[in-house]
Nanobody
Framework: QVQLVESGGGLVQAGGSLRLSCAASERTFSRYAMGWFRQAPGKEREFVAVIWMIGGSTDYADSVKGRFTISRDNAKNTVYLQMNSLKSEDTAVYYC???????????????WGQGTQVTVSS
């Protein structure tokens, strides 16, 4: 059972930055894809970014491309989401997730964290 723990959420003004972290308990973390999703109030959960652990390829939702950066530290079993130029519409609960393949679809992720709240004030 892989456990994921997110941290780094909080309240920030529009235009500011936050870095989210997601620590995984599994030693085989380096073989998995790691994704970030978010869910705003009253909306469905949506894909944000994914990093494939072998090769390090990444993919981003169009809404965050150029502002967010996903990265990982295999030695620490941790993936990060650096969020810059934050907008009010980025306000959501952010979840990290892991799966063997990874994609933009939630179904490809077997394990999920509990979520961390990000609030961007305008």
């Amino acid at each position: 059972q892989v456990q994921l723990v997110e941290s780094g959420g909080g309240l920030v003004q529009a235009g500011g930055s936050l870095r989210l972290s997601c620590a995984a308990s599994e030693r085989t973390f380096s073989r998995y894809a790691m994704g970030w999703f978010r869910q705003a109030p009253g909306k469905e959960r949506e894909f944000v970014a994914v990093i494939w652990m072998i090769g390090g390829s990444t993919d981003y939702a169009d809404s965050v491309k150029g502002r967010f950066t996903i990265s990982r530290d295999n030695a620490k079993n941790t993936v990060y989401l650096q969020m810059n130029s934050l907008k009010s519409e980025d306000t959501a609960v952010y979840y990290c997730a892991t799966g063997i393949y990874g994609s933009r679809g939630e179904a490809d992720y077997a394990y999920w964290g509990q979520g961390t709240q990000v609030t961007v004030s305008s």
